[in-house]
């Protein structure tokens, strides 16, 4: 790391205490802003790149997905929302919920926490970034758009083939254990769905950054914490009149993830609808009627050579 220079290294070795580093990286960092700062002192306070990455990786994780989910837990045990939940015969009781979420912890504990500590050195190996300054706003967001498209792409065509009958049996099933999702349910799924799915969110930015060798870590930790916010506001169940997709139409959202759940084919997308429009993998009862409407005509224009 760029910060991480013999001098500075010396200038802390002996000092105790995470605070006592953030002082002193900011007295020989004047330039960078608060969170560099506090980014700088916790790898130099912790002494192992790799183990601060692991722990930083896991805890975000950790908070961001329980974290987020939690509203929508309060939303659910509040009668007034329930007009705004799109299928609301079914609202998940605390147990379900309760259910769902020890199952989704020891998933991330025995799944996902071995495969975050191996992130750190496939990331650097393939030229990942960890160091300060952090990369300008600009990047940040034109990466983050190129992952969320890819990632889409990647969802799409798995999911689609995860509903392919001994796939679904065996891997996809468990994931639809809930026809009416809700929050927590983003992350139900099998260990093996866990880990194909998880490549389009992990997998994405490491192809990226070793083409490009332009790809820093807190970059990745943005578009995962928008990512998790996406999967988990998929499968909220709800959707408000102030809800992404009615600003922005190609957004898919709850309203377009709920679909997929009740009937369990079509809308296999993650983040956009283009793909489903595409390839006419669009579910819900409009997509229905258009697609026999359209059959209909072709039936009539053949009839009328």
């Known amino acids: 790391m760029a910060m991480a220079s013999a001098m500075l290294n010396s200038t802390i070795a002996g000092i105790n205490g995470y605070s006592s580093v953030f002082e002193e990286v900011s007295k020989l960092n004047v330039t960078l802003n608060v969170v560099e700062r506090a980014w700088a002192a916790w790898y130099l306070w912790m002494q192992n790149d790799v183990l601060a990455t692991g722990i930083m990786s896991f805890v975000l994780h950790e908070v961001v997905y329980f974290g987020r989910s939690l509203p929508w837990m309060i939303i659910d045990a509040i009668p007034y929302f329930n007009k705004y939940k799109l299928q609301n015969q079914k609202v998940p009781t605390w147990r379900e919920q309760a259910e769902c979420a020890a199952l989704v912890l020891l998933q991330h504990c025995t799944v996902e926490l071995p495969q975050i500590w191996l992130f750190h050195p496939i990331a650097t190996f393939f030229g990942m970034e960890f160091g300060v300054p952090f990369p300008s706003l600009a990047k940040m967001a034109l990466h983050i758009a190129i992952f969320f498209v890819l990632e889409d792409t990647w969802h799409y065509w798995l999911h689609r083939a995860l509903h392919y009958g001994p796939l679904y049996k065996n891997i996809h099933k468990l994931h639809h254990t809930y026809s009416a999702p809700f929050g927590l349910v983003a992350e139900y799924a099998s260990p093996i769905e866990v880990m194909l799915l998880a490549f ?39 959707d408000f009149p102030w809800s992404l997709h009615h600003f922005l139409p190609i957004w898919a959202g709850a309203e377009h993830h709920d679909v997929h759940h009740e009937r369990f084919i079509g809308n296999y997308a993650s983040s956009f609808r283009w793909w489903d429009y595409y390839m006419d993998t669009e579910a819900g009862p409009e ?13 009539k224009s053949k009839k009328a050579q």
């Open 200 to 238: 389009g969110s992990i997998g994405s930015p490491i192809i990226w950054v070793s083409i490009t060798g332009d790809l820093h870590l807190v970059t990745m930790y943005a578009w995962i914490v928008l990512r998790l916010f996406q999967a988990i506001d998929a499968h909220s169940g709800y």
């Open 287 to 299: 997509a229905s009627k258009k697609r026999r409407e359209r059959k209909l005509a072709e039936i």
